[in-house]
């Protein structure tokens, strides 16, 4: 209970690469201390926890090479590596109880500003949130795709929509569908080149600004997906009145979130209090924030193997 050597033997592990660096040859640690551009006995020493860990293995040569265990490390990288956006704010954990004494996010406690402030200070930060978010969706994009009636919206808006992983999934799996990502401006410029690259620029575009600003009218779907959950509940109402603003009268807010119990636990709720100051929200508590929002609950369904679909009308 009291470890944490063990888990920061890992991100650091995985920060410098050293799976990949070892191989299935495996290297020594000197080796992998120049491949990595670190101190070799410093380095020998983290390998051999490592090894105790069993993430590692060490032969009779003096080669270190990673178990099946070990090699786990690179496919969950961007949630290890504390040099991207999402390592560097899992550190923040260690001024937890900053959170739980003032009810503010560590990470602002621990690099003077928020998360969102950093991201937008830091473009090589930027653009490693965007590939992680990309990661996350890798699978899940396609089930959402197919799992939703989309054809009955031909204009989508989606809302901080990233570099367009998800829009580009569903124009590519409904023909005769078009829409449009809302994000910050290096997010738009990524989700155009995304759209090129997928072959539907023709029925996809992007609007550069903030989901806080009055949105663009006209769509038949507001689609928020991974937003409401990284935002306490004030700024979450805000974001849901701006999409039924936008919606007018005969729109639909789309939104899509893993539910507290239903794909997601306490750790994530913790970890956005920790980051963000958000909150996973059960269904129940999404449908009586939209209701002070002027939505109602149209109906919900598993949209992907860890998310759900909550389909809200104006009220």
């Given at each position: 209970?009291?470890?944490?050597?063990?888990?920061m033997?890992?991100?650091?592990?995985?920060?410098?690469?050293?799976?990949?660096h070892?191989?299935?040859?495996?290297?020594?640690?000197?080796?992998?201390?120049?491949a990595?551009?670190?101190?070799?006995?410093?380095?020998?020493?983290?390998?051999?926890h490592?090894?105790?860990?069993?993430a590692?293995?060490?032969?009779?040569?003096?080669?270190?090479?990673?178990?099946?265990?070990?090699?786990?490390?690179?496919?969950?990288?961007?949630?290890?590596?504390?040099?991207?956006?999402g390592?560097?704010?899992?550190?923040?954990?260690v001024?937890?109880?900053?959170?739980?004494?003032?009810?503010?996010?560590?990470?602002e406690?621990r690099?003077?500003?928020?998360?969102?402030?950093?991201?937008?200070?830091?473009?090589?930060?930027?653009?490693?949130?965007?590939?992680?978010?990309?990661?996350?969706?890798?699978?899940?994009?396609?089930?959402?795709?197919?799992?939703?009636?989309w054809?009955?919206?031909?204009?989508?808006?989606?809302?901080?929509?990233?570099?367009?992983?998800?829009?580009?999934?569903?124009?590519?799996?409904?023909?005769?569908?078009?829409?449009?990502?809302?994000?910050?401006?290096?997010?738009?410029?990524?989700?155009?080149?995304?759209?090129?690259?997928?072959?539907?620029?023709?029925?996809?575009?992007?609007?550069?600004?903030?989901?806080?600003?009055?949105?663009?009218?006209?769509?038949?779907?507001?689609?928020?997906?991974?937003?409401?959950?990284?935002?306490?509940?004030?700024?979450?109402?805000a974001?849901?009145?701006?999409?039924?603003?936008?919606?007018?009268?005969?729109?639909?807010?789309?939104?899509?979130?893993?539910?507290?119990?239903?794909?997601v636990g306490?750790?994530?709720?913790?970890?956005?209090?920790?980051?963000?100051?958000?909150?996973?929200?059960?269904?129940?508590?999404?449908?009586?924030?939209?209701?002070?929002?002027?939505?109602?609950?149209?109906g919900?369904?598993?949209?992907?193997?860890?998310?759900?679909?909550?389909?809200?009308?104006?009220?």
């Amino acid at each position: 209970m009291a470890d944490l050597a063990t888990p920061m033997a890992i991100r650091v592990a995985a920060t410098l690469s050293l799976v990949e660096h070892a191989g299935t040859a495996g290297a020594t640690a000197q080796r992998l201390a120049a491949a990595s551009g670190r101190a070799a006995p410093a380095l020998g020493r983290l390998l051999d926890h490592l090894v105790t860990i069993g993430a590692f293995e060490l032969d009779a040569e003096g080669r270190y090479r990673a178990t099946d265990l070990g090699a786990q490390m690179v496919g969950v990288k961007p949630l290890l590596d504390i040099n991207r956006a999402g390592g560097r704010a899992e550190l923040a954990f260690v001024d937890l109880l900053e959170t739980i004494t003032t009810g503010t996010p560590a990470y602002e406690h621990r690099y003077g500003q928020g998360f969102w402030a950093d991201l937008a200070a830091r473009p090589d930060l930027r653009r490693t949130f965007d590939d992680q978010m990309n990661w996350r969706f890798r699978e899940q994009a396609p089930q959402i795709a197919a799992r939703f009636d989309w054809a009955r919206f031909p204009e989508i808006l989606d809302v901080g929509g990233g570099d367009g992983t998800m829009l580009t999934a569903i124009l590519q799996a409904h023909s005769g569908v078009r829409g449009r990502v809302l994000d910050l401006p290096e997010s738009t410029a990524a989700a155009t080149e995304r759209f090129a690259a997928a072959g539907v620029a023709d029925r996809a575009g992007t609007v550069a600004g903030s989901f806080f600003d009055p949105l663009p009218t006209g769509a038949d779907a507001y689609v928020l997906s991974d937003i409401l959950h990284n935002w306490d509940d004030d700024h979450a109402r805000a974001i849901l009145t701006g999409c039924r603003q936008a919606a007018a009268q005969t729109g639909t807010v789309v939104v899509i979130e893993a539910m507290r119990g239903q794909g997601v636990g306490t750790a994530m709720d913790l970890f956005m209090l920790m980051c963000f100051g958000g909150h996973e929200r059960t269904i129940a508590e999404l449908t009586d924030l939209a209701a002070g929002c002027g939505l109602t609950l149209h109906g919900s369904a598993p949209v992907s193997d860890e998310r759900t679909v909550l389909e809200f009308r104006i009220a």
